[in-house]
């Protein structure tokens, strides 16, 4: 069996896969050694698009929620809802990944010349950035969710089925 190089793919594993994968990895361990202690590994699961997921654009390399396909109003329902469940996850997971490194920077080993108050604060602003990225998650969950409203309210003549007019019917002139 030939050695596979770092430009193929194993079998089974897309490019980005491996990438994020191996990134994921990476992060544990750089956390852990910058803390001087052990956290468990972080795993990324990265789906290819083998089977399920919704419609025929599930899995496609450039879309995370499949190929959007807008033909009909419960597709857009769907996409929106969709993007709002990913991002809440999202922003859980962020909220989640600034508490504790927040929590593992402010233990970690000072500086010489530094108080564990300005060991604190340091920890605090490298965390907030993590923070500001889980709000940005959950600004992008309610515009997912307003995006469906909008799309309600601007499209609500065409949504709604409009009752059948009746043939107008020829006027006889009123007669005495």
Known sequence: MAARNGNVPPQGQSNNARKFAAAGAAAGGFVGAATGSFIPPINVKVSTGGGGGRGAGAGSPHFML???????????????NAVRALMLQCAIELAMGAKILEARLSQAQTLPDDSPMQAKLRAMRVARKLKRAAD?????????????????????????????????????????
Do not use: S
């Open 66 to 80: 499949g190929e959007p396909n807008f033909a009909n109003t419960d597709d857009v329902r769907n996409y929106c």
């Open 136 to 176: 940005g998650a959950t600004a992008a969950a309610k515009n997912a969710v307003a995006a469906y409203g909008a799309f309600q309210r601007e499209y609500a003549d065409l949504m709604r089925p409009r009752p059948q007019q009746r043939p107008a019917q020829p006027q006889t002139p009123f007669k005495f």
